[in-house]
Structure formats: structure tokens, C-alpha cells
């Protein structure tokens, strides 16, 4: 079952989230802020690396504005550790102009603004998943 990790501070964004994958059959891992996503993947917000966690998420789907620790700051954490830069990542936001910090981050699969295209997301995440899964 493929694993999704929703960062996102916005209860009813998560909610709506979550509700759609695991329709889609995925699992579903929330983290309300920067920190809490980076500790459930076994990194440490400071720049260190604990143990990893059982298993690793297919893709993350990343805000940007967040308490803590903003996106862009997580995205940054994730691709100084080999065991998350390969992870992909959609950014979802709703400050349009954001996606231009992440224009050249390699890794991003796509940038969506909210309010977003359900059926678009859904279909990006598991094409995604699939590439990543390989023929």
C-alpha cells in the first residue's frame, strides 16, 4: 500500500486530503507543521538524522505556510539527507508567488495552488507513485 505524508497546518486541507487517498487506497501519514513532518521521518529539524522509520512515504504533499517551520525550509532539510531526497514532493499553497523558491528544486513534482483540482491531484499523486514503483 502506498504510503502518502500530508504537511499541512489546515485541519479541513488534511481532512479532505486524507479522505481522498485513502479512497484511492493509499496510507496516510499527517503532520500538522515542519517539525512534526521532519521528526516522522526520522530527522531531526537541527540537522540531525535519529532512526529511520519503519517505512518511508511514496511522495509527500508539502505547504508551504506553516507554523514552525515553513515548507521551504522542510523541502531544504529533506534534500541534505540521502535517505529523503528522493522522496517526491508536491507543493500545495495558497500564496501563488511561492512556487517560484521551489522553480529549480529538483524533486518537485508539482506546485498546486488551493484551492486545488481534486481529480488533478489525486491523478499526479498516483502517477507519481507509479513511476517511482518503476514498470
Do not use: C
Amino acid at each position: 500500500m502506498p504510503t502518502v505524508l500530508i504537511v499541512d497546518d489546515e485541519k479541513d486541507t488534511v481532512g479532505l486530503l486524507r479522505y481522498m487517498l485513502e479512497k484511492d487506497g493509499h496510507k496516510v501519514i499527517e503532520a500538522n507543521d515542519g517539525e512534526m513532518a521532519l521528526q516522522a521521518l526520522g530527522l531531526d529539524p537541527a540537522g540531525g538524522e535519529g532512526d529511520p522509520p519503519p517505512s518511508m512515504p511514496d511522495v509527500i504533499i508539502l505547504d508551504v505556510m506553516m507554523p514552525k517551520m515553513d515548507g521551504y525550509s522542510v523541502y531544504a532539510r529533506l534534500q541534505q539527507s540521502e535517505r529523503t531526497r528522493s522522496i517526491p514532493v508536491l507543493v500545495l499553497t495558497a500564496k501563488g508567488k511561492m512556487w517560484e523558491l521551489f522553480e529549480n528544486a529538483t524533486g518537485v513534482t508539482a506546485f498546486m495552488e488551493k484551492p486545488f483540482d481534486s481529480k488533478f491531484l489525486r491523478q499526479h499523486v498516483k502517477d507519481v507513485i507509479t513511476k517511482a514503483k518503476g514498470p
